[in-house]
């Protein structure tokens, strides 16, 4: 598994994870670009999980598997192989079993995952405290917060780590028709926001 990490790798508060799904690019190239001018930062930074999908393209990794349905909350199903299928069984995956092994041994006070392209910060677990970071992400990009994606999310990674283990997981759905390098200055204020956090 070749799956890069940034940043604090001894006692960080907050994990930021891009390119869950290889299709949705723009993670990557914001977390590597924060990177250059922040290499001291405090948070935990992946700018790619999803490394097979991003070269060719896809939403699935290499065995076809969407990781953020892999994950083994109680709503997981297999479902239909596509771009939705949630693997053979819970956690097959070897990106989602690596997610999980962070999760569980720095125990994070919240986690950003960045996706594209609905233009909205949603957010799972962490009650009050989840809603607030949403809206102060919110404040910063421009984006409406929702506590529901609007479709059935079976074994994904909010319902895993926000609901299941109430870590406050924040899901920011970027713009695919704004540039990336228009994101930039965006979300680096969130990133600078969350390394105080």
């Given at each position: 598994?070749?799956?890069?990490?940034?940043?604090?790798?001894?006692?960080?508060?907050?994990?930021?994870?891009?390119?869950?799904?290889?299709?949705e690019?723009?993670?990557?190239?914001?977390?590597?670009?924060?990177?250059?001018?922040?290499?001291?930062?405090a948070?935990?930074?992946?700018?790619c999980?999803n490394?097979?999908?991003?070269?060719k393209?896809t939403?699935?990794?290499?065995?076809?598997?969407?990781l953020?349905?892999?994950?083994?909350?109680?709503?997981?199903?297999a479902?239909?192989?596509?771009?939705?299928?949630?693997?053979?069984?819970?956690a097959?995956?070897?990106?989602t079993?690596?997610?999980?092994s962070?999760?569980?041994?720095?125990?994070?006070?919240?986690?950003?995952?960045?996706?594209?392209?609905?233009?909205?910060?949603?957010?799972?677990?962490?009650?009050?405290?989840?809603?607030?970071?949403?809206?102060?992400?919110?404040?910063?990009?421009?984006?409406?917060?929702s506590?529901?994606?609007?479709?059935p999310?079976?074994?994904?990674?909010?319902?895993?780590?926000?609901?299941?283990?109430?870590?406050?997981?924040?899901?920011?759905?970027?713009?695919?028709?704004?540039?990336?390098k228009?994101l930039?200055?965006?979300?680096f204020?969130?990133?600078?926001?969350?390394?105080?956090?």
């Amino acid at each position: 598994m070749d799956i890069q990490v940034l940043g604090n790798k001894t006692n960080p508060s907050v994990i930021v994870i891009g390119v869950i799904h290889g299709d949705e690019p723009q993670g990557e190239y914001l977390i590597k670009e924060y990177f250059k001018s922040h290499t001291n930062t405090a948070l935990l930074m992946i700018p790619c999980l999803n490394k097979t999908g991003y070269e060719k393209g896809t939403r699935t990794n290499i065995n076809g598997v969407d990781l953020n349905r892999n994950f083994p909350a109680k709503n997981w199903v297999a479902g239909d192989k596509g771009n939705y299928y949630g693997g053979g069984s819970p956690a097959s995956e070897e990106e989602t079993r690596y997610v999980m092994s962070l999760v569980e041994k720095y125990n994070p006070k919240t986690i950003l995952t960045l996706h594209s392209p609905y233009k909205v910060v949603n957010y799972d677990g962490g009650g009050e405290e989840g809603k607030k970071l949403a809206e102060k992400i919110s404040a910063i990009i421009g984006y409406p917060i929702s506590d529901d994606i609007g479709y059935p999310t079976p074994g994904s990674f909010g319902t895993w780590a926000g609901i299941e283990r109430n870590i406050p997981v924040i899901t920011l759905e970027l713009s695919e028709d704004t540039a990336v390098k228009e994101l930039k200055m965006p979300v680096f204020k969130i990133f600078e926001m969350l390394e105080k956090y």
